[in-house]
C-alpha cells in the first residue's frame, strides 16, 4: 500500500510517498481503508523532531483517520465490513494514518456520523478530543460558565467553542478580525482580536480559560475567578507556570490528548445533532503531505487541513 | 525493577525472573507500580507459543495490573500520584504486567474500587471485561433475559454470572458439584453438573448461550429461542460453526476482549455497590509465576489466580 513515510528527521520536505506492507490486524482490531487523514500541529513537531513520540525514522505519520473497514478480525463485534469509522489509533505510542490502510483495535474508533463526510470526520479526533478532554473531562463545564478559549478558529479552538456552546457555557474567543464572522458562526458569544495589546486583560470573574496556543497562563490568573481553572495544551510542562497560577488561588491544569472511543462517541452525537461542524480549510492529495505541513505549520489556519486518499 | 519474561516459548518453567529498565511513560501516561497482576489462560497460550501474539521472546507477558501510580507525566489530567487503579494495559499488542512498575496510556485504567484490594481488583479486567464485552456490549441482555453460561465458576464465568444477575437475567450455569453453592453465592438461578451427559440438552428458549469452554455451539442451536444469541470466548474463528448456527435462525458472535475504560468503570462501579465479588483462588509471589501458570493450566481453578509483589 502507498503510504508517507521519511527516513531522517528534517522539513516537510522529507515527507515521501512509499511502498509498504499492508498491515495485519491482530485480534480485537479491523483493517480499516483510510479515505482521509488530518494533519495536526503534534505531526509538524514529531516529523521535525522536536518532538520525537516514536522515535528514529523510519515511520509512519500521522493519527486521525476515517475510513471503511474493509476486514473484521473475528471477535470483533462493534463493527462490520463496509462500517465507516473515524479514530485516532495508537497516539502518542505509534502512527500510521497517512497511509492507505490502518489495523486498529475496535475501540479506538466509533461510527462516523452520516451526515459528515470522511474528511469533516477525519478532522475531528484529535482536535476534538483534545477540546473536549480539556472543557469536558479537566475543567468540567457546566451550564453558565464564563469560559475564555484563545485561537478559537483553530483546529482545536473551532471544536472547543461549539464544545462549551454545547455545554451551555458563555464563550468568549480570540481571533483575527478577519476570523470573526467565522468564530461568531460556531457560537462564540464575544470575540476579541487578539492582535490588541492585551487583548483580554479587560474580562473577569471568568470561570475557564484554555489556551491552545501558550504564553496565556500569566494573563490567566487576573482574568480567572478564585477557583478558576485555567487549562493550557501547550505548556503542559512548566511547572513554574503552574505554581504561579495555583499560588495566586487559580488552578492549573495541562492536557495532553490520548484516545478515547467513549469521548469520540459523544463528539459523534455532538456532529450527527448538527452541534458540531468541522471546518476544512483544505485538503491535499496523499502524495501532498510536504505541501499540506508547510500550510500547518504556517498557523494561519482556520480549522483544519486533511489528506485524502485516492481509492 | 523486577519483572517475569522468557527467552523461549515452551513450559512454565521457561519463565524467569529478570532485572529490566523501568519503563518511562509517554505524554497522556502514568506510571504505576504494581502491587498484584493477575494471570489469564491466554497469558498461558502466548507463553507457550500456541497464540503468539507478542511475536517471539524476550518479552514481559501478562496484562491484567492493580497498583498504584507513582509518577504523572504533566497533561494527564485524570489521575494524581497515590491514586489506586486498575486495568489491562496494551492488550494484546504488548505484554507488561507481570513487573514492578508499567508505564500506562490513563484511558486504559480506571480507579481500584475502596472495598476491593489490588489482588481483587487486578483480577478483574481481562476476565471482567470479557464478560462485559460479551453480555453486555454483543448479546445486549436486558431484564428477564434467560442466559446459559458454561463454566460459571472460571474466571470469566464467575464474572458472568453477576454482570448478567445485575442486568436483571435469569441466570442458568454450568459447574461441577462441588463447586455449586458457590455459583449460586454469586446469584446463579439455577446450575446443571456438566459432568451429565448432555447436560443442557433439557433447555429450551434461551436467549443468549456465553460459552466460555469451547464446544457447546451446536448444543445451543437446540436450546436458544429463534433469533437468540451464541456468544462464544473461544472459537471465535470457527466459521462452519457460525454458518450452522445462522442457518439455524440464531445468532452467532465471537468475543475477544479489548481495552476499555468506560467499560472498565462500569465494572469498578458493579464492585463499589457489592454487585461483583471476585473470587481469588489462589496468590503467588512474582517469583513463583511458574507455579501460578501451572495451575490456570490445570483448568481446575475457581475464580482467578494472582501474582503479588513485594513492594
Redesign the interface.
Known sequence: MRAITQHAFGAPDVLEVADVAKPAP???EVLVRVHAASINRVDTYVRSGALP?LGEPPFILGWDISGVVEEV??????FDIGDEVFGMPF???AGSAFAEYVAV???QLARKPANLSHVEAASIPLAGLTAR?SLI??AHITEGDRVLIHAGAGGVGHFAIQIAKAAGAHVITTAGAAKHDFVKSLGADEVIDYHTTDCTGHLRDLDVVLDTVGGYGDAAIATLKPGGRFITIVE??D?DLAHRVTAAGRRF??????????GLERLAALAADGALRPHIQQTFPLEEAAKAHELVESGRTVGKIVLTMSN
Not at 73 to 78: E, I
Not at 253 to 262: I, K, L, N, S
Open positions: 491482530l485480534p480485537s513520540l478480525v473475528p471477535g470483533v463485534t462493534r497516539f502518542p505510542r483495535p475496535s475501540r478532554q473531562d479537566t503542559r510542562t511547572l491544569a495541562g492536557v495532553t490528548v490520548e484516545p478515547d472511543y467513549a
